[in-house]
């Protein structure tokens, strides 16, 4: 069906990922990508666990190699964290906003983002010149990369643009930087994927794992590392 936008964040977080700069003046990082939205919210930011996780099988179902979350503070569920690895088992990488209480989520955990799983990337937001946000969520053990998260221009409904904070922005770099990688190796497993993303940070005075930003040069490189696969 259709999918209406009423709150534009959706779409702002799309264009981040995969805008077509022919149409406009956004480029999102991965351009070639296919973006499946997929709405289990109101436009008031309100959802259900169990539509998400619906929604994210439905997502694994149909191909898809990456999931966006840029949602979170949801209480801790199984059911969920059963669907992270589930997909993560069919090869689905799943990016997620860190959340913007400003907390230590060791200490304060949120939801997906404080899961912590081997098959996900909790994503942090930084500012422009390479500091923590102040609203940004942290954590040495589950916050695993920053990613830009402040005055982001992208892609908004009715045909316009518009800045937005937020690790949703975030998030959706990290996403974005993964579709690309994915592209370089179809073959490579979502942990090879997080793998170079995560080696490949450019470091910075940030309270998460890697002590580092996003960097999609040298992840590319990274990923590149791994044989490409064999022709039949």
Known sequence: GVVND????????????????????IRGLA????????????????????DAIRAMYYAASQGAKVINASWGGAPCSSTLQKAITDIGAQGVLFVAAAGNSGVDIEAEPEYPAAFGLPTQITVGASTS???????SNYSYSLVNIMAPGVGIWSTYPGNSTQSMNGTSMASPFVAGAAAVLFGARPNATPQQVKSAL?????AGPFQVETRGRLNLRKALIEIQKLPEAVKP
């Open 6 to 25: 009423g709150s534009g964040h959706g779409t702002h977080v799309s264009g981040v990922i995969a805008a077509d700069s022919s149409a406009g003046t």
């Open 31 to 50: 351009q070639g990508a296919k973006i499946l939205p997929l709405d289990f919210m109101t436009n008031d930011g309100s959802g259900n666990i169990s």
């Open 129 to 135: 010149n390479d500091r923590m946000a102040i609203f």
């Open 198 to 202: 995560l080696a490949s940070v450019d």
